[in-house]
């Protein structure tokens, strides 16, 4: 049981826009940032958005991530076959002390 | 530009240790304000946070198996370790190492090693 929760898997067809959601609480996404972390199939994960809505030097900016409280967002426009992956959020939890991971949505590009 | 790479032996015996080893390459380890962590994947599941460590020797761990890590750091060879004790079949996993920023901005990570626990 993953402490931040997102829904198993997402689906579209290309060119859409889809979301995934990652929902925590008060000690975690309402209190830090969120980051989110792409994982192709086979590879390890790849760091896609930081503190909460930036994004790094490479990744399209068809990827945007969003945060409200203790719930966050990612959102992918313009969808492509290559998205087809594993997304998960993450953040620091000051209750635990440590990282916690949602558990992951695969996004399938039908 | 930096990279990570983990290293180790891809079979541990039930009850007995894990160590694994993660190089970095690219830029000195001590350089610039960050931690370095280790994360776990088991097949077909979710990644998990292990543990991370300042070059200070600062650490936190996941207080879910803190009781069996520990993370050490060797800044002359410009690496950084992981032991985990008492493994069992649940340790199975592919571990990664990354560099963290900041509280979960892992950038960038290694391409991960697979550990099965087995006699």
Redesign the interface.
Known sequence: Q?VLTQPPSASGTPGQRVTISCSGSSSNIGS??V?W?QQLPG?????LI??NNQR?SGVPDRFSGSKSGTSASLAISGLRSEDEADY?C???DDS?????????TKLTVL | QVQVQESGPGLVKPSQTLSLTCTVSGGSISSGSYYW?WIRQPAEK????I??IYTSGST????SIKSRVTISVDTSKNQFSLELSSVTAADTAVY?CARDKA??????????TLVTVSS
């Open positions: 993953s830090n940032y980051y972390y590879t390890a994960p790849k760091l930081y503190r790094p998960y993450a953040a620091w635990l002390g440590g990282v916690v991971f949602g558990g992951g | 962590s979710g990644l998990e946070w543990g991370r936190n761990y996941n207080p990664y509280f979960s901005w892992f950038d960038p990570w290694g391409q991960g």
